[in-house]
């Protein structure tokens, strides 16, 4: 036999273990959004100068890229993405944005205009008592009453509120071009979206690099809803090479371009145990954000070129890629100005 207090010890120790096993369950489910970008680096750019631009600008031409960008949530749910933002900007002095799709866009969560009616109500009431003075033989009292009620009603309706499920502009003077995108009803973040831009280059380009930053945002949620927090949950960048559509000696200097990086990525990945021993070497730190957020050269060797005893300092391996990405980077650049690559050398 059990006693009361044995009973209640045990009553109370399933609960318990009820209670801490919808706390497991809730916790492997709730997990943090992961977004993971994706994109083909290479953009043939079409030829879309008009008659009229070339009349008033002969020494310029319009080339529109056309470009997709997919986004892939690895865990978590998609409730818990607030904002994607992409940021795509050209490396030459001498291109800039002439136009960009998609354009800042509105939406609602109601399918109609509100309707809201006002009514008002009015009422007058005059009443009067005649009494007489005299209490014998006996009290006369009349009393009259007379009233008025009117109403008023107004009925109209609302243009809904609407919120920014798209918005676009440029930055750095021109030089590029941003798109915030948010959720809605009628729309998905995670999958493939397109994107246009047409750019304003001189008229002999050819190709030419940019760089696109792609960053998720979302909701880290806690045991209660303050607890809540805001964070990125995924976060790319590229190296986007672009060449002129038709231009096959171009394609191969994007081509080559997007290999070099691949290379110098990974030849990074595989001596990072080495970088990181080197508690000394200046760009360790810096580097760690490379490996972290950026994944891409970019950074690497714009500080490694401000610094040249940085860059000297690398393994021979890293020093090795990271040459032949510079290669790589200003023969493409150096058709820009619509140069053979024969006249390079």
Same mark, same amino acid.
Not at 71 to 86: N, P, R, V
């Given at each position: ?114 309707? *809201?009616?006002?009514?008002? +109500? ?6 009067? $008592? =005649?009494?007489? !003075?005299?209490? #014998?033989? @006996?009290?006369v009292t009349a009393s009259g009453d007379v009233g008025q009620k009117s109403m008023d009603s107004s009925r109209y309706e ?26 809605? *009803?009628?729309?998905?973040? +995670? ?6 831009? $047409? =750019?304003?280059? !001189?008229?002999? #380009?050819? @190709? ?59 030849? =990074? ?77």
């Amino acid at each position: 036999m059990f006693s009361g207090l044995t009973l209640r010890v045990f009553g109370f120790s399933a609960v318990l273990h009820v209670l801490l096993a919808g706390f497991v369950c809730s916790a492997a489910v709730a997990q943090s959004p992961q977004v993971h970008f994706d994109m083909h680096p290479v953009i043939a750019c079409r030829d879309v100068t008009s008659a009229e631009f070339l009349a008033s600008r002969p020494d310029l031409r319009l080339v529109e890229a056309r470009f997709e960008v997919s986004a892939l949530l690895m865990q978590g749910s998609e409730d818990d993405l607030l904002q994607f933002f992409y940021r795509l900007e050209v490396q030459s002095p001498d291109v800039s944005v002439a136009d960009y799709w998609p354009k800042t866009r509105l939406a609602s969560d109601q399918a109609t205009n509100v309707t *809201r009616e006002q009514r008002a +109500e009015k009422s007058n009431h005059v009443g009067a $008592v =005649l009494t007489s !003075p005299l209490d #014998w033989p @006996g009290k006369v009292t009349a009393s009259g009453d007379v009233g008025q009620k009117s109403m008023d009603s107004s009925r109209y309706e609302l243009v809904p509120q609407m919120m920014a499920v798209t918005a676009s502009g440029t930055v750095q003077r021109g030089r590029g071009v941003y798109y915030k995108i948010r959720p809605s *009803r009628s729309s998905t973040l +995670e999958g493939a979206r397109r994107f246009r831009v $047409v =750019l304003q280059v !001189p008229v002999g #380009w050819r @190709g030419g690099d940019a760089y696109l930053h792609c960053t998720a945002t979302g909701i880290d949620r806690g045991l209660v809803r303050s607890l809540d927090d805001q964070i990125t949950c995924g976060e790319r960048r590229f190296v986007v090479a672009l060449h002129l559509e038709g231009d096959a000696e171009a394609r191969q200097a994007a081509q080559q371009l997007v290999a070099a990086e691949t290379d110098l990525v990974q030849t =990074l990945a595989s001596h990072r145990a080495e970088l990181d021993r080197r508690n000394r070497f200046p760009l360790r730190h810096r580097l760690e954000s490379l490996f972290v957020a950026a994944r891409s050269p970019s950074m690497l060797l714009s500080l490694a070129a401000r610094d040249a005893t940085d860059s000297r300092t690398l393994p021979p391996e890293v020093q090795q890629a990271v040459i032949e990405y510079q290669a790589a980077r200003d023969h493409l650049r150096f058709l820009s100005n619509g140069s053979n690559v024969e006249s390079m050398h």
